[in-house]
């Protein structure tokens, strides 16, 4: 900011020396604050300059970052539909290998009281478990009873055993959840899955509010497996403490 010439002597010959030189100090003082003033914005638009670029850098961060979760979509939404496709030709597999079960004719001197089944039982297992983790608990159920009655002492026999009350614990069919868990217990005692069971146990026995019950099958979960995360998972639960 400067002030013309003609106007500052005009400014002088009106003026005395002492007003003259406030009039000096203030155009002084207004001059430098005006330079301030331009050096403050050359730097606020410096900032904004470089703000700017930051953002733009972001945007195209943010796009890529999008168009690479999309991509990840396509190939989960891909191996889902595989997925499916491989399960439901598996499904098919095991309905006609069932009916083809049911029909064969059984030799006089077999077991009359057990069906003969020709199918893996690691398929109908896995086929049950595919129907579990889609939220097909009906028809998980059916998939784990059927390996039971086929294959009651195999190895994966307890954990068909175990998710089957887990089936029903999830449809919230806390009487029928409780009958499996303790069928679990009964007829597999040295499952590995017996922690989980007596933890789920005292769960349900909570929610219909049977603490007596409940605390009973906490302790001894605490009491036999005072290592398991169950037991972890068992100490926090308040109503074990009153």
């Excluded at 207004?30 to 670029?53: G, I, M, P, T």
């Excluded at 930051?54 to 539909?81: C, H, K, P, Y």
Aim: proline residues 4%; glycine residues 4%.
């Amino acid at each position: 900011m400067t002030i013309p010439v003609a106007a500052l002597v005009l400014v002088c010959g009106c003026a005395s020396r002492g007003e003259i030189s406030q009039f000096k100090r203030q155009l002084n003082y207004l001059e430098k604050s005006n330079k301030r003033l331009e050096s403050s914005v050359a730097n606020l638009d410096s900032l904004l300059q470089e703000q700017l670029k930051g953002t733009q850098r972001m945007s195209a961060d943010i796009n890529s970052s999008f168009n690479s979760v999309d991509e990840r979509l396509r190939v989960v939404e891909g191996w889902l539909r595989d997925s499916d496709n491989r399960y439901n030709q598996l499904f098919q597999k095991l309905e006609v290998q069932q009916e083809k079960a049911s029909r064969q004719e059984v030799p006089p001197s077999a077991d009359t009281t057990r069906p003969q089944v020709t199918f893996d039982p690691q398929t109908l297992y896995d086929g049950a478990y595919m129907n579990l983790v889609k939220g097909n608990y009906d028809l998980a159920i059916l998939g784990f009873s059927d390996y039971l009655r086929y294959f009651p002492r195999s190895s994966l026999a307890p954990s068909a055993q175990y998710w089957i009350a887990e089936c029903h614990y999830a449809k919230r069919d806390f009487q029928k959840a409780s009958e499996e868990f303790k069928r679990l217990l009964q007829e597999y005692p040295k499952s590995g899955k017996i922690s989980a069971a007596l933890y789920k146990l005292g769960l349900i026995y909570l929610e219909s509010g049977d603490k007596a019950s409940a605390r009973r099958y906490l302790a001894e979960l605490l009491d036999k497996f005072p290592q398991s995360a169950e037991a972890e998972l068992a100490k926090e639960i308040a109503e074990i403490k009153d």
